[in-house]
């Protein structure tokens, strides 16, 4: 059926109109533009509103609305008058409603609910400047990172996107990116480098905030007064800097929004690690040294720098004793930052001393992450985390952060004897891995105490041994999640003598659970959930098994039936009978993935 043969060929024609902006921008409306024009192509039927859509599929309250403005522009346009909206229809054919004293009355037709009036963010603050930056040519199907966005938009808006405004708070313009994705203007896409960029509505408004302004003046240093048809002039004030009024390309506007959410800047200080997800992006696979990237390191000399400790905000003594450990740590020459960890307990940064110099030479923030890092467990904590594979899944992260120096911390707190012998033998296994196997250091402490003294002890050391020395820093741009370790790797056994660090924000990025999760990884959790699967078994099953998808077909080729069970059974046990020592894969171990992934 052609557009011309189709019983709402206007409809349909807007519909694919969007539906093909959507595609050339590479949005996410492309699949629902794309039902809602099959399914508007394939009805019989026409309507006389575009509201009566909704009954077919991929029309939905937001898409008819539109369609209605756009209707509604077009019978402006051509000197048609506008179709009723079908409850208007509904209220015409109401019967009248008999009063009382035998007259009659018609029966009231419903208020008309008050049209809701068109999104413009309010000049200069944090959403007007982000779909600005959007808004550039050359943003409609790469869109932007983080990093590149603040840039582009920090011209346009008077508060800044990196520091507070007001000292008494901790909000800045990035938080308006959260009101743009309620909006639905802007959406997110990538992993681990987010991107943003501008839905249709999006570019809508976009269209709606060059409409509302007009030309500054050049030359004048007065404040221009902005005249509007909809209303009496105002008169706004010019940019706060001279940076942001060379730079900026939109005027003033003649109406500002009134939704006072816009101008509040909601992001925590100081950063949580979360937040730093999109500093480094995916990559490619290195197959060699070949492939690793060439780079100039930003150099940091003694004397610009201090040695900090990172203590994780969920290191608590208790919930009514929250701040014992940094207190105790300040009395000891100690004092941390406290901040949400993405990895480990506590962790020592270099921290610049002249904030920005670091953003300034490539790597973001005012933090270089050192080679330690610390992992505390009580012993029933050490308990619990082997009981339900949580263990196995830190020294796993723990191996892949890169961090040279991994300590374990190991409080043995009092625990009932009966209940401990239980899993002694466990216990006394897992901590001989740790230190034979993974390498990392074990650090044995009876109360908490103890621990507060050792972590004061290594903060001293670390001062001694670091802040005298030259640290060299990997530009955060040459970094890939696939080319760190292998980069780590080869710079250590070509270069010894020198140290190389990463910024806190890319190493919060590359150790995030999250952010930076591939399938891969995601494959190696889901199996560590089998009892008996450890870290190392699972990386040998992904080995041959490289997807769940690749998993589940393996058994489902066993076939069905009695024979077909036992060969489920017996299939990651017979294909990995090779493997010795602690990779070695069991009858028990096999049986029980059969049961998860082979539905025996």
Known sequence: MSQDTCANPLLLGWVKEWWETARERNSKGVTTYKHAYDSLKACPIAF????????????GPKLCERLTEKLRAHCEENGVRMPPHPSSKKRANQPTVAQDDGEEETARPAKKPKKAKAYVPAYRSGAYALVVALSKPGQEMVGMPKADLIEEAQPHCDSSFSAPSDPTKFYTAWNSMKTLLQKELVYERGRPLKRYALTDEGWEVAKRIRETTVPKASTSNENPTVASSAGPSRQTAPPTTARASARSTFAEPISLDDDDDDDDYVVPQPQRATEFGDVVVDGTVVPDDAG????????????????????????VRAKTDRDHIQEELAKRGAKPIVRALELGDALWVARCRQAGWLARQGAEGDEVVLDWIVERKRLD??????????????????KRSGMKNVVYVVEEISMDSTHFQKYEEAVQSAMASMQVVNGYFLKQTQKMDDTIRY???????LKSVYEGKTLNVIPTRVLTTKNYLPLLKHLRETQPSASHHISYPAFASLASKSQNMALRDLFLKMLMCSKGVTGEKAIEIQKVWKTPNEFVRAF????????????KMDLVANRLAHLMGRKKMTKAVSQKLAEVWGDV
């Open 381 to 398: 904590d050490l308990l619990g985390s082997l009981r339900d594979g949580r263990f196995h899944e830190q020294k796993f992260r723990l």
């Open 48 to 59: 006389e509103h575009p509201s009566s859509l909704q009954q077919l599929k991929g029309f």
């Open 556 to 567: 489902e080729q066993c076939g069905s039936g009695e024979e077909g069970r036992r060969r």
């Open 292 to 315: 690793l990237p060439s780079f100039t390191p930003i150099r940091l000399a003694p004397g610009t720098f201090t040695v900090e400790l990172i203590l994780d905000n969920r290191e």
């Open 455 to 461: 972590l004061a002890s290594m903060t001293k050391m």
